[in-house]
């Protein structure tokens, strides 16, 4: 028991117990923050379209993200990162990559539903990650369009801004406009983060509340401009700029026209 005591006030033992607790508080907060997002698409894929979809990869994406999918000096690995991140890239033709650069453009779909469908299940048998959404967390009928604006003012706005148009970033990158994207690829977007966008897990953004967050910004999509013209969607700033150029610019034209009359 004296041997003991004189170990517990050893110069080191708070040192040694703070690393411990720190170390178990760590592992429970990241198994509960990953909880509902650790789900490979396996349970639904048969075999034949985990096979179908490594052929597919092979052909398509084994280039950048290599063979096994664990990534090349041209493109990330793909182990963990779900089959909701492969049906968002693959299915709004991000993916694959036509060039370079400091960020995937949108292009035509180059494969079909059942051909992403085989992507998604092969790349989530190699680990496990977000899962594609159920019906249920899409259906914006379900969905409280008021309370999806306050997160999505709380969470998105400063890149999508307010009115979901859109805004520039840095280094040639930016965040796109949301208007015309899928309920489905709105979600998952949101729950694997793609490009400069942050992962909202569900410990985040609960699948009811990102479900209001697609409500809202279908409503306003739905809604239109209710003041007119949109300016891009940018605010106020670049209403007011906008106003106060033209006003300027016609000001100064009646000036030019009227110092031209002959006397």
């Not at 639904?44 to 999918?69: R, W, Y």
């Not at 040639?172 to 998952?188: N, Q, R």
């Not at 401009?225 to 034209?253: D, K, N, R, S």
């Amino acid at each position: 028991m004296k041997a003991l005591s004189k170990k517990r006030r050893h110069p080191l033992a708070a040192v040694a117990l703070l690393l411990f607790g720190l170390l178990v508080t760590g592992s429970l907060y990241t198994a509960a923050g990953s909880i509902n997002e650790a789900k490979a698409a396996t349970a639904t894929a048969s075999a034949a379209d985990i096979q179908e979809g490594q052929k597919l990869f092979v052909a398509n994406c084994a280039t950048c993200h290599g063979m096994n999918a664990e990534g090349t000096d041209s493109g990330p690995t793909l182990i963990g990162v779900g089959a909701a991140s492969v049906d968002f890239q693959v299915g709004t033709g991000r993916m694959p990559m036509q060039m370079q650069g400091p960020q995937a453009q949108i292009k035509p779909v180059q494969f079909n539903d059942e051909q992403i469908s085989q992507l998604a299940a092969y790349v989530a048998s190699l680990g496990a990650g977000p899962a594609i959404p159920d019906e249920e967390y899409l259906d914006t009928e379900k969905g409280d369009a008021a309370h999806g604006g306050t997160v999505f003012r709380v969470n998105c706005a400063m890149c999508h801004n307010a009115a979901a148009a859109g805004g520039a970033l840095t280094r040639g990158k930016f965040a796109p406009t949301l208007a015309g994207v899928s309920e489905k690829h709105i979600y998952e977007a949101m729950v694997t983060g793609p490009q400069n966008m942050p992962v909202f897990n569900d410990s985040n953004i609960t699948p009811e509340e990102k479900r209001d967050v697609i409500t809202f910004l279908k409503t306003i999509e739905a809604n239109g401009t209710a003041g007119g013209a949109a300016l891009g969607g940018l605010g106020p700033v670049a209403e007011g700029l906008f106003v106060w150029t033209a006003g300027l610019g016609i000001i100064i034209g009646f000036a030019v026209w009227l110092t031209s009359r002959p006397s």
